[in-house]
C-alpha cells in the first residue's frame, strides 16, 4: 500500500459508459474514488463501503485489482451491480428488445393514442414523440414521420390539432389488463401536500399518465415472461431507465436549450408541474436499451473497462457466517448498523464511503419510483424503508438520524484494521448536521488527519460558465484510528472567535475580496480538523461572522456569479503587501505552466492548480479557464501557448 497521503484535490474525468446508463442521485467522480481506493488498499486487501450508492466504488475497486465489499440498504444498489456483472449475449437482447417494441407496436391502444397525422405529408400514422402540457391540456407535441423522407424517419415540433386534444381527454378511460404497482405514497415529507394535489392521486401508479402507464405496464409483463434470468435483469435495466423519464415528474426543457424533443427528472424531489413533457414510453425504452448511455453501452464497456466480469457474491441472513473470499465484489442489502454479521473485526484495509447526509437526498423515497416494480420481479428488492439513516420531518428527528449515524461509525471503527483510514465525504452544510458528523467520527473512535475541500463535475470546459458553487462539490474527509475521543468544548464566544480568525486567515491567504461561498468552504475544513463540539446555540456561520461586519470585515456586492458577496479586511495592517493577490498568483501559475509545457488539457492545468491551491485557496474554475484563453488558443483538444 502506498505510503504517499492524497492531501490536495483531483480532477474529476468523464464517466465511462458502465456509469452513465442508470440514474442514481448523487453519483461520485470514479476515477476520484478509483485513485483513493488504489492509493489505500494494498494489492491483496479488502476495500468496503457500507453506502455503495450506484455501485460504481465497487467497480472501481474491481479496475484497481482490490477485493471489495459493496453493501447499501438501498435493494437498487444491488440490481445494478447484479445486471452489470450478468452475461451480456448483444444478439439475443437485441432480439428481445425488438420482439417486445413490435408487441406495443401492433397493440391497438398504443396505435390509437400514439399516433397523429402528419403535417407534412398527411400520414395517419406519424408517431407521436411526446406530448407537453399545461393546466391539464395539451398544447404541443413532437411528431416522428417515416413517410415523408422514405428510409429516414423526420421528426418536428407542432401544436396539437383537435384530433389530439380530444385524443389526450380520453385517456382516463383506457383499461389496463396488466400488472401496475398500485403502493400508495407512504408518510414521508418528500411526498408534499403540494404535489399530491397536482398530481392528483396518492399512488405511484398516479405518477404516469394513463396511456404512459398502459405501455409501461405492457412491457413489463413481456419483461418478466422472458425465461433466461440475465435477458430478464437487462430488460428491466431498460426498463428502469426509462420510467422517470415518461411520468408526470418531467419538464418540457428551456427554449433555448435546444433539446426540444428530451426531458428529465432534473430535481432530487418528488415534483408535479403546471407544465408536464409526456414521452412516449416505447420510445424511451427503445433508447435506453440501444444507443449512448444505454443497457447495450454499458453492459458492452464493463468488460473493456473493468478488464473482466467481476465475480459477485451475494450476502444475506442466510449466508452471514461465510466468510470465504471466493469474490471480487461482495455485496447485498445489508443495514450497516448490522454490518458485524457479515465482516470480521479487524478486517477491512480501507474504507471510502459516501454517507447520509441528514436528509439532504432522500434516496429510498426517491428510489421507490423503481422499487414498486423491481419487487415484483424479486421480493428481495422490497426496500425497508423504516432502517434509513435520516431525517424527515414529522417521521424521523435529527436525534433518531444522530443515534444510528454515531453507531453506525461506532461499527466501522470495529471492521477496520489497526492500520487502516476511513475517508469520508460530505457536502451537507446545515452545521447541525455537521455537528452530528463529526462527533460522531470523533466518538467512534477515528481522528481527522485532513480535510479536502473537492471540486466535482469541472473537467469539461462546458461547465466553466456556471459560477463557483452551483455545481455539487464535497469534503473529502480522512481519519485514522486512535484511542482516544477528542471533543472541544467550547462556548459561543469561543467557536465564533475561532471562526472570525480563521476567516480573517483565509482571506489574509488570499489577499483579495473573496466570496462568501469560498470562504464558508474554507471555514467548514478548519472546523472540521479542530474538532469542536457545537451544539447547543445558534451556529449559523454567515450571522457569526456578520456581526463583525464593520469592525474586522467589509462586504460588497458580488454582480459576477453566485457565489456570494465579496468579504474583505477593514484592517489592511493584516495584510502582506508584498504577498500578490490570489488572482495574480494563479494567472502567474497558468502563465508558467504553458511557458514550460507549451500544450496542455484543460484538466492538466486544473489538476496543478488543485495541488498548489488547496481549500478555502482553491479558485474558481471560470476564472481559470480565463486565464488559459488569455495565454494559450485552443488546437485540438490541447490548449498551446500563445508566447509573449
Keep these: 500500500m502506498s505510503a504517499v497521503d492524497i492531501d490536495y484535490a483531483l480532477v474529476e474525468k468523464t464517466r465511462p459508459p458502465i456509469y452513465t446508463a442508470m440514474k442514481y442521485w448523487g453519483k461520485k467522480p470514479h476515477n476520484i474514488w478509483g485513485e483513493y481506493i488504489k492509493n489505500y488498499t494494498s494489492s491483496n486487501g479488502i476495500y468496503l463501503d457500507p453506502f455503495a450508492g450506484s455501485a460504481m466504488s465497487a467497480f472501481e475497486a474491481v479496475k484497481a485489482g482490490r477485493k471489495v465489499i459493496a453493501f447499501d440498504l438501498n435493494p437498487l444498489t444491488s440490481f445494478i451491480i447484479e445486471v452489470c456483472c450478468s452475461y451480456f449475449d448483444k444478439t439475443i437482447f437485441v432480439n428481445a428488445v425488438y420482439k417486445i417494441i413490435n408487441n406495443i407496436k401492433e397493440d391497438r391502444v398504443y396505435q390509437k393514442y400514439y399516433t397523429t397525422k402528419c403535417r407534412k405529408c398527411d400520414n395517419d400514422l406519424a408517431i407521436l414523440q411526446h406530448s407537453k402540457w399545461e393546466e391539464n391540456s395539451v398544447y404541443e407535441i413532437g411528431v416522428i414521420c417515416d413517410k415523408c423522407n422514405p428510409g429516414k424517419s423526420i421528426r418536428y415540433i407542432t401544436k396539437a390539432n383537435k384530433n389530439d386534444l380530444t385524443k389526450s381527454l380520453e385517456i382516463d378511460k383506457i383499461t389496463i389488463d396488466t400488472w401496475f404497482p398500485k403502493d400508495i405514497f407512504y408518510n414521508s415529507p418528500s411526498f408534499s401536500k403540494s404535489f399530491v394535489e397536482k398530481l392528483k392521486g396518492t399512488s405511484y401508479s398516479d405518477i404516469w399518465t394513463k396511456r404512459n402507464l398502459y405501455v409501461i405496464s405492457k412491457i413489463f409483463d413481456l419483461i418478466l415472461k422472458q425465461r433466461k434470468k440475465d435477458l430478464k435483469m437487462q430488460l428491466l435495466f431498460g426498463f428502469l431507465q426509462s420510467i422517470h423519464l415518461c411520468s ?87 443495514d450497516v448498523n448490522t454490518i458485524r454479521d457479515y465482516v470480521e473485526d479487524s478486517s477491512i484495509d480501507f474504507i471510502l464511503t459516501d454517507p447520509p447526509y441528514g436528509g439532504l437526498v432522500q434516496y429510498l423515497d426517491l428510489s421507490n419510483v423503481w422499487l414498486v416494480w423491481l419487487k415484483r420481479y424479486d421480493k428481495k428488492f422490497t426496500p425497508n424503508i423504516e432502517s434509513e439513516i435520516t431525517v424527515k420531518k414529522g417521521v424521523q428527528d435529527i436525534e433518531a438520524y444522530n443515534r444510528r449515524f454515531a453507531n453506525s461509525l461506532k461499527n466501522l471503527y470495529k471492521v477496520l ?15 447541525d448536521i455537521w455537528n452530528i458528523f463529526l462527533r460522531s467520527i470523533s466518538e467512534a473512535g477515528f481522528q481527522i488527519e485532513k480535510v479536502i475541500h473537492q471540486q466535482n463535475r469541472r473537467t469539461g470546459e462546458s461547465n466553466v460558465s456556471n459560477p463557483y458553487g452551483t455545481s455539487a462539490s464535497d469534503f473529502y474527509i480522512r481519519c485514522k484510528k486512535t484511542k482516544y475521543v477528542n471533543i472541544i468544548k467550547t462556548t459561543k464566544d469561543e467557536f465564533e472567535n475561532f471562526a472570525v480568525d480563521r476567516a480573517v486567515k483565509i482571506i489574509s491567504a488570499r489577499n483579495e475580496p473573496t466570496p462568501y461561498q469560498i470562504l464558508f468552504n474554507g ?41 456570494g458577496n465579496y468579504w474583505w479586511l477593514l484592517d489592511y495592517e493584516v495584510i502582506n503587501k508584498e504577498t500578490e493577490t490570489l488572482s495574480d498568483r494563479v494567472e502567474n501559475t497558468v502563465k508558467n505552466l504553458f511557458r514550460s509545457k507549451v500544450a496542455l488539457k484543460f484538466d492538466e492545468v486544473l489538476a496543478e492548480i488543485f495541488i498548489k491551491y488547496p481549500n478555502g485557496l482553491t479558485p474558481d474554475t471560470k476564472s481559470i479557464h480565463h486565464y488559459i484563453k488569455k495565454y494559450a488558443t485552443k488546437s485540438g483538444g490541447k490548449w498551446l501557448y500563445k508566447g509573449k
Design 417 to 431: 484494521k489497526p492500520s487502516g483510514k476511513i475517508v469520508f465525504t460530505f457536502h451537507n452544510k446545515d452545521l
Design 523 to 563: 471555514l467548514l475544513s478548519e472546523i472540521s480538523k479542530a474538532g469542536f463540539e457545537i451544539k447547543g446555540f445558534d451556529c449559523n456561520i454567515r450571522d457569526l461572522l456578520s456581526n463583525h461586519i464593520g469592525s474586522v470585515f467589509t462586504v460588497t456586492e458580488n454582480n459576477n456569479d453566485n457565489s
Design 248 to 334: 408526470k415528474m418531467c419538464v418540457p426543457r428551456r427554449e433555448g436549450a435546444n433539446r426540444a424533443f428530451s426531458t428529465s427528472w432534473g430535481r432530487s424531489a418528488y415534483i408535479c408541474s403546471n407544465r408536464q413533457m409526456e414521452m412516449n414510453p416505447l420510445l424511451l425504452f427503445k433508447n435506453n436499451c440501444f444507443g449512448k448511455q444505454s443497457v447495450q453501452s454499458s453492459l458492452e464497456n464493463v468488460k473493456s473497462y473493468l478488464g473482466k466480469i467481476p465475480k459477485i457474491k451475494c450476502a444475506s441472513k442466510i449466508n452471514k457466517n461465510d466468510r470465504k473470499e471466493n469474490y471480487d465484489i461482495k455485496y447485498g442489502i445489508i
